[in-house]
């Protein structure tokens, strides 16, 4: 998808006033006490580790730190990581100059 | 997610280990082949392991080939599996089908009915009744027509202000609500005399209406006619009452018993023995075919009806059959002894035949001796009212 074709979506999208998480290439996390995080949109997974988890998405990739981790309710789209979670960062492939 | 992994019990899944470096792809390609994988675990760098249905244990199979990955089921778990492990077992299988369909074939009949709401005379009554209209112990419960049999009940007798039944399981319950009998009454505008309803000498006459025929100090006996529903005029004719008014007479009861010095009695030494009978349809089974132990023993026998739940009953019974072992004593008691045993006896049965024992005005004891055994008699002397209508 080059730049045009997305700046006329990102100008559709806001005409509509469509919420940015419908956008399927948006990642949307959900975190649940310390125990847990649903992550919508992801791309796949990089890497899986007792300790550490670290996903793939269309913006950049989610690291999770923590304990225990395990995969749940994995499907195309929405993935749940469970356990106990220390921190959470990012890896932002996307410039900031989005216009 | 939870309902999924319940789905996935039933229809079985397995637990597999997966080792190898490329276990990120494997996850990946499972997902994007829309494969479900739950209950993932990593254990080491290398080693993982995951649960996943049957029917796609083939397909991961592949995919892990395709990984590198070395893959092994490490638990079966889900009943395609515990199926599997009975299946030489046909004979298990069988008569667990034959238990079930049992069951369900028993609980379209009818096993126990219950009558309650009425003393033990009229609930047999109303269970022949029940009878006679073909609604027996072991019936079709579709047969049963209810509210045609209630009709049919409340039709026949009087006694019954209320009458409910109700199948509970096996168990038909009938409800039965007795209504107060009526007291025979004779209209005001009827003629009537009254007339005695025991023998004894009268005390007193108080006759509102009528002619008293009898005075004080006469005897009577039953039948008699104490005061008339008529009154003669000298002038008239006989002009006809409803006659009315109290007659208290003295009236008798006695009771008479010997009472032996020696005494020969029944005394239970403790030691039980039980029983059990199998009965299915009059078809009796004895469980324990030996004579009882004791020489002198009474006997206790209770039916028990096997259930499975409160209202499933089965139409087989237990009968138990208790056993008391009793033992023969005998007893010496003095006269004065034996006086005061017989008085005792005989006050009791006395108390119970009249109604109220502030009416008692006199007893009398007499007793007669002999070598053996004492005579007691107990007389009570009770005032009462021995009057009654009756119609002309």
Same mark, same amino acid.
């Given at each position: 998808?080059?730049?045009?074709?997305?700046?006329?979506?990102?100008?559709?999208?806001?005409?509509?006033?469509?919420?940015?998480?419908?956008?399927?290439?948006?990642?949307?996390?959900?975190?649940?006490?310390?125990?847990?995080?649903?992550?919508?949109?992801?791309?796949?997974?990089?890497?899986?580790?007792?300790?550490?988890?670290?996903?793939?998405?269309?913006?950049?990739?989610?690291?999770?730190?923590?304990?225990?981790?395990?995969?749940?309710?994995?499907?195309?789209?929405?993935?749940?990581?469970?356990?106990?979670?220390?921190?959470?960062?990012?890896?932002?492939?996307?410039?900031?100059?989005?216009? | 997610?939870?309902?999924?992994?319940?789905?996935?019990?039933?229809?079985?899944?397995?637990?597999?280990?997966?080792?190898?470096?490329?276990?990120?792809?494997?996850?990946?390609?499972?997902?994007?082949?829309?494969?479900?994988?739950?209950?993932?675990?990593?254990?080491?760098?290398?080693?993982?392991?995951?649960?996943?249905?049957?029917?796609?244990?083939? %397909?991961?199979?592949? !995919?892990?080939? #395709?990984?590198?990955?070395?893959?092994? $089921?490490? *638990? +079966?778990? &889900?009943?395609?599996?515990?199926?599997?492990?009975?299946?030489?077992?046909?004979?298990?299988?069988?008569?667990?089908?034959?238990?079930?369909?049992?069951?369900?074939?028993?609980?379209?009949?009818?096993?126990?009915?219950?009558?309650?709401?009425?003393?033990?005379?009229?609930?047999?009554?109303?269970?022949?009744?029940?009878?006679?209209?073909?609604?027996?112990?072991?019936?079709?419960?579709?047969?049963?027509?209810?509210?045609?049999?209630?009709?049919?009940?409340?039709?026949?007798?009087?006694?019954?202000?209320?009458?409910?039944?109700?199948?509970?399981?096996?168990?038909?319950?009938?409800?039965?609500?007795?209504?107060? %009998?009526?007291?025979? !009454?004779?209209? #005001?505008?009827?003629?009537?005399?009254? $007339?005695? *309803? +025991?023998? &004894?000498?009268?005390?007193?006459?108080?006759?509102?209406?009528?002619?008293?025929?009898?005075?004080?100090?006469?005897?009577?006996?039953?039948?008699?006619?104490?005061?008339?529903?008529?009154?003669?005029?000298?002038?008239?004719?006989?002009?006809?009452?409803?006659?009315?008014?109290?007659?208290?007479?003295?009236?008798?009861?006695?009771?008479?018993?010997?009472?032996?010095?020696?005494?020969?009695?029944?005394?239970?030494?403790?030691?039980?023995?039980?029983?059990?009978?199998?009965?299915?349809?009059?078809?009796?089974?004895?469980?324990?075919?030996?004579?009882?132990?004791?020489?002198?023993?009474?006997?206790?026998?209770?039916?028990?009806?096997?259930?499975?739940?409160?209202?499933?009953?089965?139409?087989?019974?237990?009968?138990?059959?208790?056993?008391?072992?009793?033992?023969?004593?005998?007893?010496?008691?003095?006269?004065?002894?034996?006086?005061?045993?017989?008085?005792?006896?005989?006050?009791?049965?006395?108390?119970?035949?009249?109604?109220?024992?502030?009416?008692?005005?006199?007893?009398?004891?007499?007793?007669?001796?002999?070598?053996?055994?004492?005579?007691?008699?107990?007389?009570?002397?009770?005032?009462?009212?021995?009057?009654?209508?009756?119609?002309?």
């Amino acid at each position: 998808m080059n730049s045009r074709k997305k700046h006329l979506k990102n100008r559709i999208n806001k005409a509509l006033q469509m919420p940015d998480e419908i956008d399927f290439e948006t990642p949307k996390l959900t975190i649940l006490k310390f125990e847990e995080v649903l992550i919508e949109n992801y791309k796949g997974i990089l890497e899986y580790q007792d300790f550490f988890v670290r996903i793939q998405t269309f913006i950049g990739i989610i690291n999770i730190n923590g304990f225990k981790l395990t995969l749940e309710e994995m499907t195309s789209d929405d993935l749940v990581v469970k356990g106990k979670i220390e921190s959470i960062d990012f890896e932002s492939i996307v410039g900031n100059g989005e216009d | 997610m939870h309902i999924k992994t319940v789905i996935y019990y039933i229809l079985g899944y397995v637990n597999v280990v997966v080792e190898g470096f490329f276990i990120e792809r494997f996850i990946n390609t499972c997902i994007s082949k829309r494969i479900f994988l739950w209950n993932t675990n990593r254990n080491k760098a290398t080693i993982f392991s995951a649960n996943t249905s049957i029917s796609n244990y083939r %397909e991961v199979v592949k !995919i892990a080939k #395709k990984c590198q990955c070395k893959i092994k $089921i490490n *638990k +079966k778990r &889900g009943l395609p599996f515990i199926l599997n492990k009975y299946r030489k077992r046909k004979l298990f299988a069988i008569t667990l089908v034959v238990i079930i369909l049992a069951i369900f074939t028993i609980s379209n009949f009818i096993w126990n009915i219950e009558i309650s709401g009425i003393n033990e005379e009229k609930q047999k009554e109303i269970l022949s009744f029940i009878n006679n209209e073909g609604v027996n112990v072991g019936i079709y419960k579709k047969k049963v027509n209810i509210q045609g049999l209630i009709n049919k009940i409340r039709i026949a007798r009087e006694d019954i202000a209320w009458i409910g039944m109700e199948m509970k399981g096996t168990n038909l319950v009938i409800k039965v609500v007795e209504a107060d %009998e009526k007291p025979q !009454i004779i209209d #005001k505008d009827e003629w009537c005399n009254i $007339i005695a *309803k +025991k023998d &004894g000498i009268i005390a007193k006459v108080e006759a509102l209406n009528g002619t008293p025929i009898v005075s004080e100090g006469d005897t009577v006996k039953k039948g008699d006619i104490l005061v008339q529903g008529w009154i003669e005029g000298e002038h008239t004719e006989n002009r006809y009452v409803h006659a009315e008014g109290n007659v208290m007479a003295k009236v008798w009861y006695s009771e008479k018993e010997k009472v032996y010095y020696k005494q020969e009695y029944e005394n239970q030494t403790g030691n039980k023995e039980k029983k059990y009978t199998l009965n299915i349809n009059n078809f009796k089974i004895n469980l324990f075919k030996t004579l009882s132990k004791f020489q002198n023993y009474d006997t206790i026998s209770t039916i028990k009806k096997l259930k499975i739940t409160s209202n499933f009953y089965l139409p087989v019974e237990i009968i138990v059959d208790e056993h008391l072992e009793k033992q023969k004593r005998q007893a010496n008691y003095s006269k004065n002894e034996a006086k005061e045993i017989g008085i005792n006896n005989l006050k009791n049965k006395l108390n119970e035949q009249i109604q109220d024992e502030g009416n008692i005005s006199n007893i009398y004891i007499n007793t007669s001796e002999t070598e053996d055994y004492i005579e007691v008699e107990v007389i009570y002397e009770v005032l009462e009212n021995i009057g009654t209508k009756e119609k002309l």
